[in-house]
């Protein structure tokens, strides 16, 4: 399982799940990625959220500045990035 924490520079979703290149996740709290492109341009989100059975990632990509679609939820975070892939 991968472990993210805040820090000081983004995380590059290819780092986190052990690959060259890819977007980049930026904490932005704890449990809160936003992933953003080589540009910088915002694609979405990725959510920890808690449950009784376990932690599961939440996927949500940004389509126009007021709009976000559901990618899923995922058991593992590298799951979760590849969808915006």
Not at 19 to 48: K, M, N, Y
Not at 53 to 58: H, K, P, S, T, V
Not at 65 to 75: D, N
Request: with cysteine; net charge positive.
């Amino acid at each position: 399982m991968i472990t993210l924490t805040a820090q000081p520079r983004p995380t590059t979703i290819a780092h986190a799940v052990g690959r060259s290149s890819g977007p980049t996740l930026v904490a932005v709290r704890d449990g809160l990625w936003r992933v953003v492109d080589r540009t910088g341009a915002v694609l979405g989100h990725i959510e920890r959220q808690a449950q009784d059975d376990g932690d599961r990632y939440l996927a949500r990509r940004i389509v126009m500045s007021t709009r976000r679609i559901e990618l899923g939820a995922f058991w593992r975070m590298d799951d979760a990035a590849d969808c915006f892939r």
